[in-house]
Nanobody, 116 residues
């Protein structure tokens, strides 16, 4: 069982920056960030596998950067040049692999609001 604790959300003006953090209670193979707005499905934002293989949604490429600190089992999402459409609840996801089986764990979510 992996528990995830997120922090760093808040209110920011368009063009500003925020940095989200997510600390896991155990080691994960992959860690991802997703976001969701009311009435919509949860969308993938960014992911990191191992120490350096990253992937981003097209809508955030060039503006968001995901990184991880394996010493503390923490994943970060640096969000720059924020837009009002980035407003959402951001959730951390950790994927563990045990005996070939993937398990997904989710954080409680942190709200990001970007004002125009």
């Amino acid at each position: 069982q992996v528990q995830l604790v997120e922090s760093g959300g808040g209110l920011v003006q368009a063009g500003g920056s925020l940095k989200l953090s997510c600390t896991a209670s155990g080691r994960a193979s992959a860690m991802n960030w997703y976001r969701q707005t009311p009435g919509n499905e949860r969308d993938f934002v960014a992911g990191i596998i191992g120490g350096s293989s990253t992937n981003y949604a097209d809508s955030v490429k060039g503006r968001f950067t995901i990184s991880r600190d394996d010493a503390t089992n923490t994943v970060y999402l640096q969000m720059d040049s924020l837009k009002p459409e980035d407003t959402a609840t951001y959730s951390c996801n950790a994927v563990t692999v045990t005996d070939g089986n993937n398990k997904n764990y989710w954080g409680q979510g942190t709200n990001v609001t970007v004002s125009s």
